[in-house]
């Protein structure tokens, strides 16, 4: 069985954010494979461990940069990888295109993705290629299991969990909960500089979404600290809220 696990590159969570003429600044931010990738990764690399999954391809949309978190890939124990070349500003909709065209081709039983991108947290990706290519897609999951040609997966659910099964191919998204990803090593890493990957360009499709201009959050003001006999304490902290902070009374 040929499983396909969709990485993004994002930035190192405990980056600190900078930005420069109304877009997120890049300079000496450390890129990394989006950590709900990664957990899809280690599943897929799961599989593969218990004699259900033969090969595994990892594909990325976006710049040369891309190759990185492939490598990355590559280093757990992944097989092989595909680089979609691809304007980093595309949006989510020009990212499923490019990405579903190249998945097709590859003709997989599987594909896996974390359900979201710790960088823009849209959570679209993985449902868009699902109804792209016209794949059953499960999302959250907490676990897995392959036979008999479906998939049936442990989900999250409100209150609680719920076991979904579909036909397969499908598009399954995944949870952090799902797993604990491998660190690479040493050898794993020296087979990743050896291990293909190919490099198609993206589809061509227009954005569906313009993105104006990024900010920050306002900064936080400072909050205040008030010490007194617990009557003066109270009045004084009454006054704050109502005059200073407007805090509406009813």
């Given at each position: 069985?040929?499983?396909?696990?969709?990485?993004?590159?994002?930035?190192?969570?405990?980056?600190?954010?900078?930005?420069?003429?109304?877009?997120?600044?890049?300079?000496?931010?450390?890129?990394i494979i989006n950590p709900y990738d990664e957990v899809a990764v280690e599943g897929?690399?799961?599989?593969?461990?218990?004699?259900?999954?033969?090969?595994?391809?990892?594909?990325?949309?976006?710049?040369?940069?891309?190759?990185?978190?492939?490598?990355?890939?590559?280093?757990?124990?992944?097989?092989?990888?595909?680089?979609?070349?691809?304007?980093?500003?595309?949006?989510?909709?020009?990212?499923?295109?490019?990405?579903?065209?190249a998945i097709k081709a590859e003709n997989p039983e599987l594909v896996l993705a974390?359900?979201?991108?710790?960088?823009?947290?849209?959570?679209?990706?993985?449902?868009?290629?699902?109804?792209?290519?016209?794949?059953?897609?499960?999302?959250?999951?907490?676990?897995?299991?392959?036979?008999?040609?479906?998939?049936?997966?442990?989900?999250?659910?409100?209150?609680?969990?719920?076991?979904i099964e579909v036909a397969i191919p499908a598009v399954v998204s995944s949870q952090?909960?799902?797993?604990?990803?491998?660190?690479?090593?040493?050898?794993?890493?020296?087979?990743?500089?050896?291990?293909?990957?190919?490099?198609?360009?993206?589809?061509?499709?227009?954005?569906?979404?313009?993105?104006?201009?990024?900010?920050?959050?306002?900064?936080?003001?400072?909050?205040?600290?008030?010490?007194?006999?617990?009557?003066?304490?109270?009045?004084?902290?009454?006054?704050?809220?109502?005059?200073?902070?407007?805090?509406?009374?009813?």
């Amino acid at each position: 069985m040929k499983v396909i696990v969709c990485v993004k590159q994002t930035f190192d969570t405990e980056a600190k954010i900078e930005l420069k003429d109304g877009k997120i600044s890049d300079a000496g931010i450390n890129l990394i494979i989006n950590p709900y990738d990664e957990v899809a990764v280690e599943g897929a690399i799961q599989l593969k461990e218990k004699g259900v999954a033969t090969e595994i391809v990892v594909i990325t949309a976006g710049s040369d940069k891309g190759m990185d978190a492939i490598r990355t890939a590559l280093a757990m124990g992944a097989d092989r990888g595909i680089l979609v070349k691809q304007d980093t500003g595309a949006d989510e909709y020009a990212r499923a295109v490019a990405l579903a065209a190249a998945i097709k081709a590859e003709n997989p039983e599987l594909v896996l993705a974390g359900h979201v991108a710790a960088d823009d947290g849209s959570s679209q990706v993985p449902t868009r290629i699902a109804e792209i290519l016209g794949f059953p897609h499960v999302n959250v999951i907490t676990n897995i299991d392959i036979a008999g040609g479906k998939a049936t997966c442990t989900t999250e659910a409100d209150g609680g969990t719920a076991v979904i099964e579909v036909a397969i191919p499908a598009v399954v998204s995944s949870q952090v909960s799902w797993n604990e990803p491998r660190y690479p090593s040493m050898k794993g890493i020296m087979q990743a500089k050896k291990k293909p990957v190919a490099t198609v360009d993206a589809v061509a499709v227009d954005n569906k979404i313009k993105i104006v201009e990024v900010s920050l959050p306002a900064a936080k003001t400072a909050g205040i600290k008030i010490e007194d006999d617990a009557d003066v304490c109270a009045t004084k902290l009454a006054d704050w809220m109502k005059n200073t902070v407007k805090v509406e009374v009813k």
